[in-house]
T-cell receptor
Framework: GENVEQHPSTLSVQEGDSAVIKCTYS??????FPWYKQELGKRPQLIID?????GEKKDQRIAVTLNKTAKHFSLHITETQPEDSAVYFCAAGGSYIPTFGRGTSLIVHP | SAVISQKPSRDICQRGTSLTIQCQVDSQVTMMFWYRQQPGQSLTLIATANQGSEATYESGFVIDKFPISRPNLTFSTLTVSNMSPEDSSIYLC???????????FGSGTQLSVL
């Protein structure tokens, strides 16, 4: 089955800095790569996703890049704000049932 | 996206008892899933809840421990049976929606087993 590795486990940045979270996956058949944000005590929320026929996708301050050859994908957050503080999960797989990474705790210091 | 409600939102249970978690969606959905999130951990798929047939369980999860019902396209239940402290987790219902097949999560049930 699919195996997703996510790094770093914790990321601490100053407000206004950029943050990058990286994930690798093992199954070359995976074609869907969503990212979820989970604030403390809340449900995971889908923030952006990318499919294997696209190399990059952007939505305001967040972007995701995908390198299918190397089997890795990354989440980029620019101009970070304190409200970006949360745990971020990457996932990879077919639609509906992706395998999740272990999560990155992002802390944005004001 | 659909509104996905779970009940209860949290519960504290005694070892050896069972708890049934309900998941209600405000629209009909084909794909419905149950996940477990242990403290500080990632999201692990327990099973796919199939409407009108037995659930499909992932490796490491069995029907006797986690029986699931899916009587229609808007509702499902997950029972955590014969609970032990190791079952203390957040349990999340999720649904797959849209032509682009995105996964959305319910509000979650925080379970503590004493």
């Amino acid at each position: 089955g699919e195996n997703v590795e996510q790094h770093p486990s914790t990321l601490s940045v100053q407000e206004g800095d950029s943050a990058v979270i990286k994930c690798t996956y093992s199954d070359s058949a995976s074609n869907y790569f969503p990212w979820y944000k989970q604030e403390l005590g809340k449900r995971p929320q889908l923030i952006i996703d990318i499919r294997s026929n696209v190399g990059e996708k952007k939505d305001q301050r967040i972007a995701v890049t995908l390198n299918k050859t190397a089997k890795h994908f990354s989440l980029h957050i620019t101009e970070t704000q304190p409200e970006d503080s949360a745990v971020y999960f990457c996932a990879a797989g077919g639609s509906y049932i992706p395998t999740f990474g272990r999560g990155t705790s992002l802390i944005v210091h004001p | 996206s659909a509104v996905i409600s779970q009940k209860p939102s949290r519960d504290i249970c005694q070892r050896g008892t069972s708890l049934t978690i309900q998941c209600q969606v405000d629209s009909q959905v084909t794909m419905m899933f149950w996940y477990r999130q242990q403290p500080g951990q990632s999201l692990t798929l327990i099973a796919t809840a199939n409407q009108g047939s037995e659930a499909t369980y992932e490796s490491g999860f069995v029907i006797d421990k986690f029986p699931i019902s899916r009587p229609n396209l808007t509702f499902s239940t997950l029972t955590v049976s014969n609970m032990s402290p190791e079952d203390s987790s957040i349990y999340l219902c999720s649904v797959g929606q849209g032509d682009d097949e995105k996964l959305f999560f319910g509000s979650g049930t925080q379970l503590s087993v004493l």
